[in-house]
């Protein structure tokens, strides 16, 4: 039987009937067909979840936490399933699914955690025979929209922080792989009470669009690109909504004269190309001094030329394919105008023929800074290399974005390190390494990137309103 969305604890079709398919992308079939969902089914989700507010938000923090770690232990309980519902609607190779499942499981370990330290930080007498205190108070129903690219880990970093805090969730995962979600609402349907998760599947214009215009929706989370976060920050505008985007990236990568190439010759190869490259914080144009540069290049076109692209369910596949012919489409493009601006393909440049939406890990370099390859997210397995002379046109060429996720440094002289990270305008900087992440720390972006943050405990601050209350004596 084809998935419903979850509302109030009932699994129901779109009022209209209508659906939309869900697409294997390693072979291009159809999976099944999920609802496709329009401002009737936001406001069925909405008005469940605001009837659910009414008691969630006075549990306690123990109970929530409680509950949350129960989600957590469902997940575990699940695993094989989850981890095979993301290889086939992702193309996620299962070699590589375990570690984001494990991230996942553990998201949820540090919200149950998180749900216990809320604080205010000052209680006392500011004015004479006058006691002030401070508390954080949940916000209401939150609408949570989430990306493709890691669909349930997105969904977690939004559903964590906000149910930790006492809100209840309307989430809109991505049109092109809604099944996690709906797998979670499954396995957590005894676990949290009726309409504190509710999951809707539908388009971003038609569902997640209403959901941004809900008057009753406090808040809208979204992880996705820099072009959706713009047009729901406008909408949300119309009823003063909080608003927190985790959008795109695309990373420098400062390699120095005196840095361990090989170390960064074997991260770069293995992190640009990690789920095909469609990564926010993705290694993407690396910036190389002079006296490595060659070396950088021939070491990364070897590495990268034994990546094996293949089925995501064989064991042996590190690389499965993009997630659409979309955005294959799109990369290739990318691609061919790098090409005709002038740069090179040390390896790869091309799409892979068969089924499934699959493009080879390819390395580009020379591409002038002003180049579109350089300076526009291309989510997808491909690596820019350009030439810098000094460490000044390294940081001018790294800072010269408008995005500003994150990026890496890869140097051993330790006051470069400290100079770098100092300078760089991006939300994350590895020395010496990039993409590992942990949920006590926070994620999120400078700049066009977006604003809030993901994981830690400031995650959790986003979804609360700080009260002041005073009281006379
Ligand atoms: P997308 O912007 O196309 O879609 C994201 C979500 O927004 C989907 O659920 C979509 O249906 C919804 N949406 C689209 N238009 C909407 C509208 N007008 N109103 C309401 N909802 C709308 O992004 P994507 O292609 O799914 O994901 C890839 C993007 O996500 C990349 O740019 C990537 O960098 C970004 N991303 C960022 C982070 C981060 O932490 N900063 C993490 C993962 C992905």
């Known amino acids: 039987m084809a998935p419903k969305n979850f509302i109030a604890g009932e699994w129901v079709n779109a009022s209209s009937g209508n659906v939309d398919e869900v697409i294997a992308p390693a072979t291009g079939e159809v999976i099944t067909t999920v609802p496709a969902s329009d401002a009737a089914d936001i406001d069925a989700a909405v008005d469940a979840a605001a009837e659910a507010f009414q008691t969630w938000s006075r549990t306690t923090p123990r109970e929530r936490s409680e509950m949350l770690a129960q989600v ?27 570690f984001e499942m494990d991230l996942t499981v553990d998201n949820w370990r540090f919200f149950a955690g998180g749900a216990r330290f809320m604080e205010g930080r000052a209680a006392g007498e500011y004015l004479e025979d006058h006691t002030s205190y401070l508390r954080r108070d949940p916000l209401g129903v939150i609408g949570s929209i989430a990306p493709w690219n890691y669909p349930l880990n997105m969904a977690t970093w939004k559903l964590g922080p906000a149910l930790a805090a006492g809100n209840t969730v309307v989430l809109k995962p991505s049109e092109l792989t809604p099944l996690s979600a709906l797998r979670l609402a499954e396995i957590t349907a005894d676990i949290l009470p009726k309409g504190v998760l509710n999951v809707i599947c539908g388009q971003g214009e038609t569902a997640g669009d209403a959901l941004v215009r809900h008057p009753k929706v406090a808040m809208v989370s979204l992880t996705g690109s820099v072009e959706t976060g713009k047009a729901i920050a406008r909408t949300a505008a119309e009823t003063l909504k909080r608003v927190h985007l985790e959008l795109g990236g695309k990373a420098p990568v400062l390699i120095f004269d005196d840095a361990d190439v090989e170390a960064a010759i074997a991260c770069i190869a293995e992190m640009s190309y990690y ?9 993407a144009r690396v910036l190389a001094a002079p006296g490595v540069y060659d070396a950088f290049v021939s070491g990364l ?173």
Not at 81 to 98: A, D, F, W
């Open 72 to 98: 957590a232990d469902a997940i575990t309980a699940d695993l094989d399933e989850i981890q095979r519902i993301e290889v086939e609607n992702c193309g996620k190779p299962v070699s590589m699914i375990e």
């Open 301 to 473: 076109t070897e590495a990268v030329g034994e990546i094996a692209t293949g089925d995501p369910f064989d064991a042996e596949t590190v690389m499965g394919p993009l997630i659409s012919a979309d955005q294959r489409s799109r990369v290739a493009a990318m691609v061919r105008r790098a090409v005709e601006g002038g740069a090179e393909v040390t390896i790869g440049g091309s799409e892979i023929d068969g089924p499934g939406y699959f493009y080879t890990p390819s390395v580009i370099t020379g591409p002038s800074q002003e180049a579109e390859i350089v300076q526009r997210e291309i989510f997808g397995p491909v690596v820019t290399v350009q030439r810098f002379s000094d460490e000044a046109q390294a940081v001018t060429w790294a800072n010269d974005i408008d995005y500003g996720l994150s990026a890496s440094v890869w140097t051993s002289d330790i006051g470069r390190a400290m100079r770098m990270t100092a300078a760089l305008q991006f939300g994350c900087v590895w020395v010496n390494d990039h993409i590992p992440i942990v949920s006590e720390m926070p994620h999120g972006g400078f700049k066009h990137s977006g604003y809030g943050k993901d994981m830690s405990i400031y995650a959790i601050e986003h979804y609360t309103e700080l009260k002041h209350v005073m009281i006379k004596h």
């Open 275 to 283: 789920n095909s490259g469609q990564d926010c914080t993705q290694p």
